[in-house]
């Protein structure tokens, strides 16, 4: 948090859960549209990379591996960056970045050039604007923030399923080199929704109360000290176990139909089924969150979202006909889409508006780590054992059990190893903040003994005619 930014949740200013805060949803939704399709669409021109290059597969998948890996793993980076300069400065950055990226990857002569371009560069730019874009929508909604979450989260749907047969339609017409310039011209969209992020304004005071204000705040530029919140240490865990199992399904599940004899379009019909599902289940949740009744237990919510994914996969498991398949995919679109509504609302529930800019880059962080660290290992053995097995039926059961875990360990964790405690801030700067809109709003019952007390002295003192105070219809009852 370094020095002081302008829109780092001033203290005193309200959440509007609205006015405003739409066009701020807007730019969300399209930025979390873009960082969680764009490496999936990426992939519609690995066949032309391919024949380019005369590569492999393996090796064109990395540009997706490398899109996500800087999308996760820069967390900290984009924390420091927000903490320091604000949201907005860092998402104009971060739109240039991403366009950039792919502008210049389609001059590229070697795989390894875009590596660097539409891998390093253009997942950087990405990262730069969606953690801003989930802090913003964090500082401008409160009452409102589960639905909003949850309409945000939709965007990550509704792009896929249009920017990949975009994708296919630049690739057709004008190869892999103008597609991928139409799409960094795309990209530069992320700059409009960076302008959209308007910071939001402090109360006026006057200037000796402010100055002292200012210098008493100091802040820093990557809080650990959200590791002493037990919240959000088991919140940590719970999502670096989940990230190994949550993706997995939707890899396999068009194989898992070409295994038992489909055709291939019918085949990638399943995952179309599991999109569509997934955008109206992602708002509907969003609005189930923000119930009066639900929302101070939204951790079991996603607990509840967690152990049905793991239990869809484990059920998805048992399907032997594309009917069974089609099931699953309606009952994963809904589950999947309650994890995606409700991860971010929950840790914005845990650690607070003031130290949410940090504990998002830390949980990225750890995330990033669990998929690079612990899928090298649990690829090979999912490999090996389908390989030896030639059933998906095992990787559907490896992946259910990992997320059920995920969410035994949030559930169980939160409920025995959290104490109980009553509503109060998260912090100190929170505290004050709150102090500060009560006496704006309401007077203490101290304020209002010191008030009779001036109006009691302001009759004593005055003046006297014939024998009668003098009266005004401010003084009378």
């Known amino acids: 948090m370094g020095a002081v930014v302008a829109d780092d949740g001033p203290s005193g200013v309200k959440a509007p859960d609205g006015g405003w805060g739409w066009a701020v949803l807007f730019g969300c939704f399209i930025i979390t ?54 949201c907005r400065p860092v998402m104009l950055v971060g739109g240039l970045f991403a366009s950039m990226g792919m ?17 390093v560069i253009t997942g950087l730019g990405l990262a730069l604007n969606f953690q801003p874009s989930l802090i913003m929508l964090n500082r401008y909604f409160d009452k409102r923030r589960p639905l909003a979450n949850g309409l945000s989260a939709a965007g990550s749907p509704v792009f896929l399923c249009a920017l990949s047969p975009l994708g296919q339609i630049l690739q057709h017409e004008y190869g892999w080199r103008g597609g991928f310039l139409i799409l960094g011209g795309m990209l530069l969209n992320c700059c409009v929704c960076g302008a959209l992020m308007r910071p939001l304004e402090p109360p006026k005071k006057s200037e000796a109360i402010k100055e002292p204000a200012e210098k008493k705040v100091k802040k820093k ?35 898992y139909a070409k295994d038992l004899g489909y055709q291939d379009t019918k085949a990638a019909f399943l995952l179309t089924i599991l999109g569509f599902i997934d955008i109206f289940a992602r708002p509907i949740c969003g609005m189930v969150a923000g119930l009066k009744w639900v929302r101070p237990r939204c951790i079991y919510l996603f607990s509840f979202a967690m ?23 309606i009952f994963f679109g809904i589950s999947y889409g309650m994890v995606g509504a409700l991860q971010f609302e929950v840790l914005m529930a845990i650690v607070g508006t003031q130290k949410f800019s940090s504990a998002i880059g830390l949980v990225l962080l750890a995330e990033a780590m669990a998929v690079l660290i612990g899928p090298p290992s649990a690829g090979k053995k999912r490999r ?41 801030p998260h912090t100190k700067e929170e505290a ?46």
């Open 33 to 86: 549209g873009f960082s969680y399709a764009f490496p999936k669409a990426v992939s519609v021109f690995f066949k032309e990379l391919i024949r380019e290059f005369g590569i492999g597969y393996s090796d064109t998948a990395w540009i997706s591996s490398i899109l996500l890996a800087m999308l996760y793993g820069t967390g900290p980076l984009c924390s420091v960056c927000v903490n320091r300069f604000g």
């Open 221 to 255: 530029l990557l809080d650990f000290s959200v590791f002493k919140d037990g919240g959000f240490v088991i919140y940590a865990l719970a999502a670096s176990i989940m990230v190994l199992g949550l993706f997995v399904p939707p890899v396999f599940v068009v194989n």
């Open 307 to 329: 152990i049905f994914n793991g239990f869809t996969d484990l059920m998805g498991s048992m399907s032997v006909d594309y009917g069974g398949l089609v099931v699953f995919c």
């Open 432 to 477: 004050a903040e709150r102090e500060e809109l009560n006496k704006s709003e309401n007077k203490s019952p101290e304020d209002a003994k010191v008030d009779s007390i001036e109006v009691e002295q302001f009759l004593k003192d005055e003046p006297e005619k014939n024998g009668e105070v003098v009266t005004n219809p401010e003084t009378c009852v």
């Open 103 to 119: 502008v210049i990857a389609s001059f590229c002569t070697s795989i390894i050039q875009i590596y660097l371009t539409a891998g």
């Open 384 to 424: 090996k054992l389908l390989d030896a097995t030639r059933r998906y039926m095992f990787v559907f059961i490896i992946a259910g059990i990992e997320v059920t875990t995920s969410a035994l360990v949030l559930a169980l964790g939160n409920f025995f190893c959290i104490k109980k405690k009553s509503e109060e």
